[in-house]
């Protein structure tokens, strides 16, 4: 019975892993092929060459913006339309409703709204008079502003879900709780800290690691809406790209994607065990 | 594209008790309960919600109005709705190879989530119910298969599919070798999906929740294993396999990276693959790609609309049981 998932686990996570450890120290020629082992002391140079370190670089910058945007954002929405408000139902909709987009549709709808001559913010002149780079060169072409736009993109089509996960927890937070801290008079900020985020603590904790991990494995964003540049200075190339972007400098090394690939596997580890001991002290508010 | 609802009982924290949630609260007579905003703050709020949502809509509203407008129009004025044609779309759905491709993931996600639900079921059995030696180690290699994520296996596994695998042993049937369809085939877009560790634990916790004397009594029933999934778990744990299929599904529609690397032929898209192709070869017209976004969106939209309820569950089901 536990055949069938083993066989699969086994031939597409544990032997595909392994092997990619072992692929990952070998350096290969320019045609990507006649590979031999290059020692694994290949991993250090990958992991400091400047390349890696690049997308090392924009990667936790795009996780430095993302996660607590996408965090305060998706709380902040969930508590606003918390509320017996007439109507809330409408807004709940609105605010779910980037669910339903994948990276690809997400990303489409972003590079057709920043494009810089037809795309829909250049056609709305007082933005424009407020940010010309949006039309020149552009905010995805210009090399300050083209990973913050991928973050707000990426910001955006995660918004649906983290607002869904907080209101859904938010629905189990007793109103007794509040009307009886409100008769003591508490205020509604006093009441958020005090009674709330404790509350929703393991749903936020979920929401920061998944956001974290989603940061981490940025790839469609960047594939549509830059090609990981502009260039020179690839300052949107993730790790992820880095490792299986077409446009990659290491695009037809088979030995360093591979590198690569492990490279970002232990870092993720890395954070997952950070998260875990995180994890572990926090629960108890839960 | 506005039409996913957050289900009013909300399952979270408190799955139990949703159905309590969902009815109005006990001072409902009231014109107002005690801590809904009244006065300036009520129009303030209801304009911060206004605001907001026009911000998050803005992407949505001027795909949708593109998608709608014929190209020489679209160059004028792209956002403001003064034409309308299904042109555009149509060319998005023949010559840009739309239908094909949402053909092609339906098959793939269908496939994927079908087999995903009976090897949890089987594996999550296995781990709940069965006493075999090394059932610890092979408990705990299950487990660390959470940790590895796809981005580190997706090279070694386009090699694989590619080449197929050879066995160092052979099997009746099957030979030394398995050739897994090559690179463009459904096989490579399904195979390396057909079980995960998530859907494994999922089932396992799901089963490990029945009444404890249930196996016992199908037991002296004698009723085997699989006529014990088959007739007596699979109806009891019906709300966690939906959850399960419908967060499956999702995540298989939704891949881009695995597809993108190994479709290389037009024809072997899925629809996330294909928006890819469709962007990188019509850079020059906007409107086109918007097209195949909204058709691309749609059949996910109306599959979130009908499983509402199960989303949350699935969604949450990370957080608790994960």
């Known amino acids: ?286 | 594209m506005t039409d996913v609802r957050v289900p009013a009982p909300a399952p979270g924290t408190a799955a139990s008790d949703g159905d309590e949630a969902s009815k109005p609260p006990a001072w409902g007579h009231r014109t107002h309960a005690w801590d809904e905003p009244h006065g300036w703050r009520r129009f303030g709020r209801y304009a911060l919600l206004v605001v907001i949502t026009v911000a998050v809509l803005f992407p949505v509203y001027t795909t949708v109005v593109s998608a709608f407008k014929p190209s020489d129009k679209f160059l004028v004025n792209p956002l403001v709705p003064d034409s309308f044609t299904l042109d555009v779309i149509r060319e998005a759905w023949t010559s840009g190879n739309l239908g094909r491709y949402l053909f092609n993931s339906t098959v793939v996600a269908i496939a994927i989530t079908t087999a995903q639900v009976v090897t949890s079921l089987l594996s999550g059995y296995a781990f709940a119910y069965l006493r075999f030696p090394g059932r610890k180690i092979v408990f705990y290699a299950f487990l660390a298969t959470l940790l590895v994520p796809l981005e580190a296996t997706v090279f070694v596994n386009f090699q694989t599919i590619e080449s197929g695998l050879t066995l160092p042993f052979s099997l009746p049937l099957i030979g030394d070798h398995i050739p897994f369809g090559g690179l463009n085939s459904f096989q490579a877009l399904i195979v390396p999906f057909l079980a995960t560790a998530f859907g494994t634990f999922l089932m396992r916790q799901a089963l490990l929740d029945l009444p404890s004397d249930l196996r016992e009594a199908a037991r002296l029933d004698g009723i085997g294993h699989l006529g014990f999934i088959r007739h007596v778990a699979v109806p009891l744990v019906r709300p966690t396999l939906a959850a399960l299929a419908l967060f499956t599904f999702l995540s298989a529609w939704n891949q881009y990276l695995w597809p993108s690397l190994i479709i290389n032929e037009a024809d072997a898209n899925t629809v996330q693959s294909g928006l890819r192709v469709l962007s990188k070869s019509n850079l020059d017209q906007p409107n086109l790609v918007m097209a195949g976004t909204v058709i691309a969106a749609i059949p996910i939209l109306i599959v979130l609309i009908i499983f509402q309820k199960q989303l949350v569950r699935g969604l949450t089901a990370g957080a608790v049981k994960g």
């Not at chain 1, 997308?55 to 998706?74: D, E, K, M, Y």
């Open chain 1, 1 to 286: 019975m536990l055949a069938p998932s083993a066989f699969i686990l086994g031939l597409f996570i544990v032997y595909p892993l392994g092997r990619a450890v072992w692929l990952g120290q070998q350096r290969c020629n320019a045609f990507g092929d006649q590979c031999r082992s290059n020692g694994f002391d290949q991993y250090l140079d990958i992991f400091t060459s400047n390349e890696f370190q690049s997308a090392l670089r924009a990667t936790i910058i795009l996780t430095v913006i993302t996660v607590p945007l996408g965090l305060f954002l998706g709380v902040g929405l969930a508590v606003l339309a918390d509320k017996h408000l007439r109507g809330v139902g409408f807004f709940r909709t609105a605010f779910s409703s980037t669910i339903a987009t994948s990276v690809a549709v997400a990303s489409l709808m972003w590079l057709f709204l920043l494009q810089p001559s037809v795309g829909a913010l250049a056609n709305i002149d007082w933005i424009n008079s407020l940010f010309p780079v949006i039309k020149d060169p552009g905010l995805l072409q210009d090399p300050d502003t083209a990973l913050p736009s991928v973050a707000m993109s990426s910001v955006w089509a995660g918004l649906g879900f983290t607002f869904i996960l907080v209101t859904a927890s938010l629905q189990g937070v007793p109103r007794e709780l509040h009307e009886a801290a409100a008769v003591d008079g508490a205020t509604g900020t006093m009441r958020f800290w005090k009674i709330t985020v404790p509350l929703l603590a393991p749903t936020l904790i979920f929401v920061v690691i998944v956001l974290t991990t989603r940061a981490f494995q940025t790839f469609g964003e960047v594939d549509l809406l830059t090609n990981g540049g502009p260039r020179p200075g690839n300052s949107t190339t993730t790790i992820t790209y880095f490792v299986y972007g077409e446009a990659s400098v290491i695009a037809s090394d088979p030995g360093l994607q591979a590198g690569g690939a492990v490279l970002l596997f232990v870092i993720l580890l890395f954070l997952s065990g950070l998260q875990l001991r995180g994890l572990g002290r926090r629960t108890d508010l839960g």
